[in-house]
């Protein structure tokens, strides 16, 4: 069976932890929303109640909070193939804190509350797939935030080329700076050591 792009790297996504039959993926499928974001438009803003679980197939988006100064403290960075939203408000239907903003033209399939929940009813092993992303993400998170306790500025910089090196050259520097919890300035001086090394 023939599949849009979009499709098939959602397909190979989830087809990592679980398998599918031909009907299960048609299932799944059309249960998801396409959505567009323009680049520097806003997929979600701060005190929004998070209606989807997004998947990226095309772009790339920040995710960040805002301090009561204005500065972004950028949580993480989704590109194609990358899972976004706030689970928590996906969850329980509070309000985020969270902003996730296009930095490119951007295109997502989104899975709606009720759809997730249908889903599970539907094909049972979908609980596995989202019990394991949530795993990963927290895994995830927690490293973070050892690193942001741990290592210094340059050595989050050399890390994250490491771990993201499709992400590193399609971010702004002063992007990077927020994600690094650094000032744009500092981040200048730390590239421009690194790139000497």
Same mark, same amino acid.
């Given at each position: 069976?023939?599949y849009? #792009?979009?499709?098939?790297?959602i ?7 679980? @398998?599918?039959?031909k ?15 323009k680049?520097?438009? *806003?997929? &979600?803003?701060?005190?929004?109640v998070?209606?989807?679980e997004?998947?990226i ?18 949580s ?10 706030? &689970? ?5 239907? #509070?309000?985020?804190?969270? *902003? ?9 399939l989104?899975?709606?509350r ?7 009813? #539907? ?23 050892n690193? =942001?306790m ?10 994250f ?7 590193v050259?399609? $971010?702004?520097?002063? @992007?990077?700076? =927020?994600? $690094? ?5 500092f981040?200048s ?7 000497r090394?």
């Amino acid at each position: 069976m023939y599949y849009k #792009e979009s499709h098939t790297l959602i397909l190979n996504n989830i087809e990592r932890f679980i @398998d599918l039959t031909k009907l299960e993926k048609q299932k799944y499928l059309s249960l998801l929303t396409e959505i567009k974001v323009k680049k520097k438009a *806003f997929l &979600m803003q701060a005190n929004d109640v998070t209606k989807y679980e997004y998947f990226i197939t095309k772009g790339c988006l920040k995710v960040y909070t805002l301090d009561e100064d204005g500065a972004q403290h950028i949580s993480m960075f989704a590109v194609e193939g990358y899972w976004t939203g706030d &689970m928590a408000s996906f969850m329980t239907k #509070e309000p985020t804190r969270y *902003f996730i903003k296009a930095t490119e033209h951007s295109e997502l399939l989104g899975i709606s509350r009720t759809n997730y929940h249908l889903l599970f009813q #539907e094909i049972p092993k979908f609980e596995k797939f989202y019990r394991i992303l949530y795993q990963r993400s927290l895994i995830s998170y927690i490293q973070r935030s050892n690193h =942001g306790m741990s290592l210094t500025a340059e050595e989050r910089y050399i890390e994250f080329k490491k771990k993201y090196p499709k992400i590193v050259n399609r $971010i702004t520097q002063k @992007d990077l700076a =927020g994600y $690094i919890g650094i000032t744009p300035e500092f981040m200048s001086k730390i590239i421009s050591k690194v790139n000497r090394m």
